[in-house]
T-cell receptor, first 116, second 113 residues
Framework: AQTVTQSQPEMSVQEAETVTLSCTYD???????LFWYKQPPSRQMILVIR??????QNATENRFSVNFQKAAKSFSLKISDSQLGDTAMYFC?????????????FGTGTRLTIIP | DAGVIQSPRHEVTEMGQEVTLRCKPI?????LFWYRQTMMRGLELLIY????????DSGMPEDRFSAKMPNASFSTLKIQPSEPRDSAVYFC???????????FGPGTRLTVT
């Protein structure tokens, strides 16, 4: 079974600074996806970014980018120029491709606080 | 696109009552998931469907919980009878194929007194 580990339960950073959230996963699969989700105080789960394992290029979405190290099974999220609205729980998730049997395995989350 | 729609957004009920949560996935998405989130247990996958067929219900806590997906645009999660320990936020999500992306509904906050 796949496992996802987020070793930082809480983090805080000053507004406008850059912060990196860590995620490692354990799998024997070669074909999979990785995701980061954001859950602000509103409780809505928002997809932040997606990375396909077969792609060597790291995904980016505006101020959000990932550092995907396949051999190390590491998938960190970098938030640049952090904003107060980035305050949220962040969940890393893994999904193997399985012919209609796809499901996500989530980490326990990192609570990020942006300090004004 | 309206996104994943869940109803009701909030539900308060008394112990022993039946509760039905509803979900409309995004059109064209073939997989649907029900999750439960609590402070103590975090985010738990209860059950998921692919093409309206239940694939894995091993996360359903007990027989009081049941889920159906009668067609591609509607699913229900039912708790009968409800208990205070069922109080949680219940999320529905649907999965898009190629590229794969899972989208969550806004959740239903259930309180059982």
């Amino acid at each position: 079974a796949q496992t996802v580990t987020q070793s930082q339960p809480e983090m805080s950073v000053q507004e406008a600074e850059t912060v990196t959230l860590s995620c490692t996963y354990d799998t024997s699969e070669s074909n999979y996806y990785l995701f980061w989700y954001k859950q602000p105080p509103s409780r809505q789960m928002i997809l932040v970014i997606r990375q396909e394992a077969y792609k060597q290029q790291n995904a980016t979405e505006n101020r959000f980018s990932v550092n995907f190290q396949k051999a190390a099974k590491s998938f960190s999220l970098k938030i640049s120029d952090s904003q107060l609205g980035d305050t949220a729980m962040y969940f890393c998730a893994f999904m193997k491709l399985n012919f209609g049997n796809e499901k996500l395995t989530f980490g326990t989350g990192t609570r990020l606080t942006i300090i004004p | 696109d309206a996104g994943v729609i869940q109803s009701p957004r909030h539900e308060v009920t008394e112990m022993g009552q039946e509760v039905t949560l509803r979900c409309k996935p995004i059109s064209g998405h073939n997989s649907l998931f029900w999750y439960r989130q609590t402070m103590m247990r975090g985010l738990e996958l209860l059950i998921y469907f692919n093409n309206n067929v239940p694939i894995d219900d091993s996360g359903m806590p007990e027989d009081r919980f049941s889920a159906k997906m009668p067609n591609a645009s509607f699913s229900t999660l039912k708790i009968q009878p409800s208990e205070p320990r069922d109080s949680a936020v219940y999320f529905c999500a649907s999965l898009r194929d190629s590229p794969y992306e899972q989208y969550f509904g806004p959740g239903t906050r259930l309180t059982v007194t």
